[in-house]
């Protein structure tokens, strides 16, 4: 699969991330404070949205990097590999932090404390991982 240009340059790139982050963020901000709130119903519905969000938006955009973008990088063999597999090792912690707190809210029927933490960690590990690609695949 080839990468569309988008990709590949650094003002687009970090416009789907800015984009995708800034959204997670204010999910994450209001199934917060429903939380506090104990609005239950509520805080489910839009850690529910969050979720969709996450697959949607963060983890297809990671799909496309790793099936395309990436793959050439490796080819052209420019980059370390190691640094790239790096940027990929942060995408599986998308998807498996995300299928974890999915999991587990479908089996708890609610949101803990502990899923606020995960989604948490996702924004964080996220905010690393735009930096990280952006000093490794734009460094000019």
């Given at each position: 699969m080839r990468s569309g240009p988008a990709l590949r340059q650094i003002t687009s790139h970090r416009a789907i991330h800015d984009a995708g982050?800034?959204?997670a963020r204010e999910?994450?901000?209001m199934m917060k404070q429903l939380f506090n709130e104990e609005r239950e119903e509520d805080c489910l519905k839009t850690a529910k949205v969050l979720i969709e969000h996450w697959e949607e938006r963060?983890?297809?955009h990671?799909?496309?990097e790793d099936e395309g973008f990436y793959q050439e990088l490796?080819?052209?063999d420019?980059?370390?590999k190691k640094d790239i597999y790096m940027l990929m090792r942060d995408h599986d912690l998308f998807r498996e932090i995300?299928?974890?707190i999915k999991e587990q809210i479908n089996v708890e029927k609610k949101v803990t404390e502990q899923h606020i933490h995960?989604?948490?960690a996702l924004l964080t590990i996220n905010h690393f991982h735009h930096k990280g690609e952006e000093d490794t695949l734009f460094p000019d």
């Open positions: 982050q800034a959204q999910l994450t901000e963060i983890i297809a990671a799909d496309a490796l080819a052209e420019k980059i370390p995300v299928a974890h995960e989604f948490y």
